[in-house]
């Protein structure tokens, strides 16, 4: 299995700030890593999928790069909104993992 | 449009199994592989496999070899999830969910999401 590891576990930080998470790979994966927000008791919505396309109907604000094995999701102006847990994943391999989540909370 | 329609919350015994149903409508229904996420309380998410609506061919991580059966009914359409022996740690929220793909590549991702069934297993 394609172990994801992510980092930071929790940061906090105010409106208007630039955060970055970033997620490790255990072997290189190409282009087959998504990001995804949740917020408490609903389920996960697409934010970034293949490392840097933006789903449809999420801010710009929201970015992804990285190749190989080392990725990162920027959120370049923190909204309000933007309060929730963070999961990167991996799709190259079955099974699919996912990163264990980045909270990212009000300061 | 698409939705992933899930079976309602369960409360089992230990030993017991439960059956979670995720109903697809807004497609066609043998185009898109289902994927089942779990998530227990506080945690991360969690892989646990895939069907193929189409042929019904399945694969599932093996730390629920034995346990784990995915079926789909395709006058229905819709897929189940049957988790067996269950025990205090099988307590989630499931989710079915639908893989998409970027046109001519392999680049996969889950866009449209069940609402999530929580089953919860106490004595």
Redesign the interface.
Same mark, same amino acid.
């Given at each position: 299995?394609i172990q994801m590891t992510q980092s930071p576990s929790s940061l906090s930080a105010s409106v208007g700030d630039s955060v970055t998470i970033t997620c490790r790979a255990g072997q290189s994966i190409p282009? %087959?890593l %998504?990001w &995804?927000q949740?917020k408490p008791g609903k $389920?996960?919505k697409?934010l970034i999928? $293949?490392v840097s396309?933006l789903?449809s109907g999420v801010p710009s604000r929201f970015s992804g790069s990285g190749s190989g094995t080392d990725f990162t999701l920027t959120i370049s102006s923190l909204q309000p909104e933007d309060f929730a847990t963070y &999961?990167c994943?991996q799709? &190259?391999n079955?099974?699919?993992?996912?990163?264990?989540?980045t909270k990212v909370e009000i300061k | 449009q698409v939705q992933l329609v899930q079976s309602g919350a369960e409360v089992k015994r230990p030993g017991a199994s439960v059956k979670v149903s995720c109903k697809a409508s807004g497609y066609t229904f043998t185009d898109y592989y289902i994927?089942w996420v779990r998530q227990a309380p506080g945690q991360?998410?969690?892989?646990m496999g895939?069907i193929n609506p189409s042929g019904g061919g399945t694969?599932h991580?093996q730390k629920f070899q034995g346990r784990v059966t995915l079926t789909r009914d395709t006058s229905t359409n819709t897929v189940y999830m049957e988790l067996t022996s269950l025990r205090s740690e099988d307590t989630a929220v499931y989710?079915c969910?639908r893989?998409d793909a970027?046109p001519s590549?392999?680049?996969?991702?889950? !866009?449209h999401?069940? !609402?999530?069934t929580l089953v919860t297993v106490s004595s």
């Open positions: 299995d282009y %087959n %998504n &995804y949740q $389920a996960p697409l999928y $293949a396309s789903q &999961y994943q799709t &190259y079955i099974p699919w993992t996912f990163g264990q989540g | 994927h991360g998410l969690e892989w895939i694969s991580t989710y969910t893989a970027v590549s392999r680049a996969e991702y889950f !866009q999401w069940g !609402q999530g």
